[in-house]
């Protein structure tokens, strides 16, 4: 069953490596060559190697770089390498003495969180985001957006390796 369904899984996939950390193209390489991709679904991005970057750093390199490549994209898979986490930045938001409002104005967020909302456009970055299909009121789509990453190369590529195993069989 799993067989006949990867086509349709894997059209639309866009493979993100980041070419400042080792051994993450390598790895996207891998991950193409193991399920028969063509190496125009690979992007290249370029980022200091780092769990955390700043706002304008995933803008600029991340987010601009991607967005660019949206076209017939519906799924990305970012390799280990690509940046977790954009920390806070206060000067995107108002300062406030009241904890609650404080904690309003918070900017950090998760690279893929981030990445998943690309088709939509822009939005506040400030505090929490409402979710925009509560209710049926959004229309556009979300990327799905995954993650190959590990302690390790190794280990990564052991998940690449025992993914299309249980598929098989």
């Not at 506040?124 to 190959?148: D, H, I, K």
């Amino acid at each position: 069953m799993v067989s006949l369904l990867l086509p349709a899984i894997l059209s639309g996939l866009l493979v993100v490596y980041n070419d400042q950390a080792s051994d993450s193209r390598s790895l996207a390489e891998y991950y193409i060559a193991k399920r028969g991709l063509s190496t125009n679904q690979l992007c290249r991005i370029s980022v200091r190697d780092a769990e955390t970057i700043t706002r304008r750093e995933f803008d600029e390199q991340i987010r601009a770089p991607l967005r660019d490549r949206l076209d017939g994209v519906t799924k990305l898979v970012l390799m280990r390498g690509v940046p977790l986490r954009i920390e806070h930045d206060p000067t995107l938001g108002a300062v406030s003495s009241n904890v609650m409002e404080a904690v309003r104005q918070r900017t950090e967020a998760a690279v893929d969180s981030e990445l998943a909302m690309l088709p939509m456009g822009d939005w506040s970055l400030a505090g929490p985001l409402r979710n925009p299909w509560f209710q049926g009121g959004a229309s556009g789509y979300v990327l799905q957006v995954g993650r190959l990453d590990g302690p390790d190369p190794v280990t990564v590529r052991r998940m690449i390796d025992d993914a299309l195993f249980a598929e098989k069989y």
